[in-house]
């Protein structure tokens, strides 16, 4: 969770970890805010949804599990969203990547609609008719396991946020 957030923190004023109430976080999150979004649905785009009505404005998401996008990469979304579209990333073979992009408040009551459904977040999200930014694949990669969480931090070193 930490190069996520060191990232966020380069490239944003204010950052938050949105999760449900009993989710155990790790210290230190300061200066990050906690936003804990209702217990149901349980899908990620409950996260988002409860983010924009949180935040009152556009938000940045790149999901927890995502430790080697770059500031360079979320510059990019945040560019792409000046539109004022949800701006979603795709790149490799699984397409949108829901996890990463820019969500415009409009985007709230579709992907909250979406979670409730239990619909898939690529298809609710390309339903949003999203700005698509390409990224190579590797910056997608998710940490799932123990064991990809200990390649993540050989590959990205000690440091809690990357360069660029």
């Known amino acids: 969770m930490s190069y996520p957030l060191g990232v966020l923190a380069a490239v944003c004023d204010r950052a938050a970890v949105v ?23 349980r ?6 949804a409860h983010a924009l009505e949180r ?25 792409a969203s000046e539109q004022g579209r949800v701006c979603a990333v795709a790149g490799g073979p699984g397409g949108l990547e829901p996890l990463l992009g820019v969500y415009t408040h409009s985007a709230g ?5 979406a979670a409730l459904a239990d619909a898939s977040a690529r ?11 390409p990224f190579p694949a590797e910056l997608l990669r998710s940490v799932n396991t123990a ?12 440091s809690t946020s990357q360069a660029g």
């Open 19 to 41: 999760c449900k109430s009993g989710t155990l976080l790790p210290g230190g999150l300061a200066p990050f805010e906690r936003w804990n979004e209702p217990d149901e649905p």
């Open 43 to 48: 899908h990620p785009l409950a996260g988002i």
């Open 55 to 79: 935040a009152g404005a556009p938000v940045l998401v790149c999901a927890a599990d995502m430790p080697f996008v770059t500031p360079a990469a979320c510059r990019g979304l945040l560019a």
């Open 109 to 113: 009551a579709p992907l909250r609609k």
């Open 123 to 133: 298809e609710a999200v390309a339903a949003l008719g999203p700005v698509v930014v």
């Open 147 to 158: 064991a990809d969480l200990d390649a993540a931090a050989a590959e990205l070193g000690p």
